[in-house]
């Protein structure tokens, strides 16, 4: 006969926790029904469902959250300007302040458990006027937050985490959009101490108001506030229609000479708790990123004539958000083939073409092609 290990009861209920001398373990409720049994080689059996949020699946609705990913710079700093910059993949920056310097770049400084984070560097400080925009952000497609059920009286609540490391101490802003930019709410964060890594964790109410996009185009945006123009000020903690990143006081780093900005462990998921960050396998992340963009070298040899000319199907690692610009970076090892061009472009395909071969005969093309279908 089982022996009862130990009970705990709570407002009339109770778990028991039961054992034999084989070794098996039973969880049962006050009523006897088993729920949970353990045998010796550690196999739990439930007899119902099991509620465990965020446990299983792609709960970090967020991409390259551990900034490993960096196919256009390999690790090699970017001038921030008035272009939208990509120093890692899935985040892109921008630096509106003219007089400002900001750079940014994959690196290794990071917390406990990380091997990569993002860095900004402020070479030269500058005051951003009223409309400036100073940040970064990460625009997350609609398919991967359809479920948060954003403009219905289903809105859900997300948690947003991360690690930060500044030169700079105060209070920081980030805010939330939808794809149409008339939805926004703004959170503020604490940095307490420089140069020290610290783990923020911003909960915000699921939006029941707006339009919110669930398909391939940008279903939900975060935007981390390096020094908005006080065009941009507003209140934290609602949702509003006014064009808001920031509170009025909050950290404007681009205007700081020397100062240094550091993120990684970036984790938005369902609920209001912030659990353990989602790392996933490099391939797998390599994968989610080539989604949006990936470099691609191609190499085909082929017969042509005068008047047909030579083309070949260039087929993306992985297929694309939505049909994407396809850029030839550079050419090498050509052989009467003088003037390459893209033609038809698909979610999967590219096609390279040349209307009219130097001669008959042989013809051969490299190529490297930048391939993008990002937010």
Do not use: H
């Not at 560097?121 to 398919?143: H, L």
């Not at 941009?232 to 240094?260: D, E, H, P």
Request: aromatic fraction near 10%.
């Amino acid at each position: 006969m089982p022996s009862i290990i130990s009970t705990k009861t709570s407002g009339g209920g109770g778990i028991a926790v039961t054992g034999d001398t084989s070794g098996i373990m039973q969880l049962a409720s006050s009523d006897g029904t088993t729920a949970v049994t353990i045998d010796t080689n550690q196999n739990a059996t439930f007899a119902n469902t099991i509620n465990t949020p965020n446990t299983f699946g792609f709960k970090n609705r967020i991409i390259n959250g551990a900034m490993m990913i960096d196919q256009r710079n390999a690790g090699a700093s970017v001038t921030l300007s008035t272009t939208t910059q990509f120093p890692v993949d899935r985040f892109p920056a921008y630096k509106g302040t003219s007089g400002a310097t900001v750079t940014a770049q994959r690196s290794t400084v990071v917390p406990s458990g990380f091997i990569n984070s993002l860095l900004f560097t402020v070479s030269t400080g500058a005051s951003p006027a009223s409309g400036d925009i100073n940040g970064f952000w990460q625009a997350i497609e609609g398919f991967n937050v359809s479920d948060l059920g954003y403009g219905t009286a289903n809105a859900q609540t997300v948690t947003l985490s991360f690690w930060v490391r500044s030169s700079v101490t105060g209070t920081y802003s980030v805010s939330f959009n939808n794809a149409s930019v008339d939805r926004f709410y703004v959170a503020n964060y604490v940095i307490n101490s420089a140069n020290t890594w610290e783990q923020k964790t911003v909960t915000i109410t699921g939006d029941t108001s707006g339009t919110w996009n669930t398909g391939n185009g940008t279903g939900l945006q975060i935007v981390w506030d390096l020094g908005y123009g006080s065009s941009f000020n507003g209140t934290a903690g609602s949702w509003g229609a006014s064009a808001i990143r920031r509170i009025s006081g909050s950290v404007q780093l681009a205007a700081t000479t020397g100062a240094t900005f550091y993120i990684t462990g970036v984790q938005l998921e369902k609920g209001s708790t912030a659990t353990s960050f989602d790392y996933r396998p490099y391939g797998q992340e390599l994968a989610l990123c080539q989604r949006y963009y990936e470099a691609f070298y191609a190499i085909n040899s082929a017969y042509g004539n005068g008047s047909n000319g030579c083309d070949y199907t260039v087929y993306y690692k992985v297929s694309k958000r939505a049909s994407p610009t396809v850029t030839i970076a550079s050419t090498s090892g050509i052989v009467n083939w003088p003037s390459p061009i893209i033609g038809t472009v698909s979610t999967e395909t590219a096609e390279i073409s040349q209307s009219s071969v130097s001669s008959t005969g042989f013809a051969r093309l490299g190529v490297n092609l930048t391939i993008s279908a990002e937010l």
